[in-house]
């Protein structure tokens, strides 16, 4: 089965500062990769993908995320925070052959001015 | 519809009581995914749904959870003589298709809260 760990609950970084958010995963076949993004009384909207082309994923807001096999890492980034980038992040991992999607615990990111 | 709608948004139950949940997904998609999300936690599967296929039913937390969908279109959540430990935020997915790369779109979600 696979699963995904997340690094850290809360992320605070200032305004213009580097995002980083890590997740590693856990498969024993080929994964598929997401990150998700949860802003407040809202559901969860994809922010990028990887489905095993291109190693670096860009996405949506400016973020980006590289997997790397060696490492079991899918940590996403971004080279400088805005505020409106304060939310809830989530890392979830699929097998490429099956339809069980599992999520990390988030981590939630604060920016300050 | 544009997007997936749950209803209601909101619901606040009294123990022991039962409560329905329901997910309208996007025209189109074949599947259908409930999650469930409990402050501080990620999101754990529950149950999800592909075409005429049975359900996959492997994360339903107990007997008293159920959930159906009609006509491969909309999928109500059922949880019976509800706990205070099923207060949670419900979220359904819908997909179009699980054979590709498809991420899920989500809808806003259901909080239940049982007092």
């Known amino acids: 089965a696979q699963s995904v760990t997340q690094l850290g609950s809360h992320v605070s970084v200032s305004e213009g500062a580097l995002v980083l958010l890590r997740c590693n995963y856990s498969?024993?076949?080929?994964?598929?990769l997401f990150w998700y993004v949860q802003y407040p009384n809202q559901g969860l909207q994809l922010l990028l993908k990887y489905t095993s082309a291109a190693t670096l994923v860009k996405g949506i807001n400016g973020f980006e995320a590289e997997f790397k096999k060696s490492e079991t890492s899918f940590h996403l980034t971004k080279p400088s925070a805005h505020m409106s980038d304060a939310a809830e992040y989530f890392c979830?991992?699929?097998?490429?052959?099956?339809?069980?999607?599992?999520f990390g615990a988030g981590t939630r990111l604060t920016v300050k001015p | 519809g544009a997007g997936v709608s749950q209803s209601p948004s909101n619901k606040v139950t009294e123990k022991g009581k039962d409560v329905e949940l329901r997910c309208d997904p996007i025209?189109?998609?074949?599947?259908l995914y409930w999650y469930r999300q409990s402050l501080g936690q990620g999101l754990e599967f529950l149950i999800y749904?592909?075409?005429?296929?049975?359900?996959?039913k492997s994360g339903l937390p107990s007997d008293r959870f159920s959930a159906e969908r009609t006509g491969g279109s909309v999928s109500t959540l059922t949880i019976q003589r509800t706990q205070q430990e099923d207060s949670a935020v419900y979220l359904c997915?819908?997909?179009?298709?699980?054979?590709?790369?498809?991420?899920?779109?989500f809808g806003s979600g259901t909080r239940l809260t049982v007092v």
């Open positions: 498969s024993s076949v080929p994964p598929y």
């Open positions: 025209s189109g998609h074949t599947a």
């Open positions: 979830a991992v699929r097998a490429y052959n099956n339809n069980d999607m599992r």
């Open positions: 997915a819908s997909s179009l298709d699980l054979t590709v790369s498809y991420g899920y779109t």
């Open positions: 749904f592909q075409g005429n296929s049975a359900p996959d």
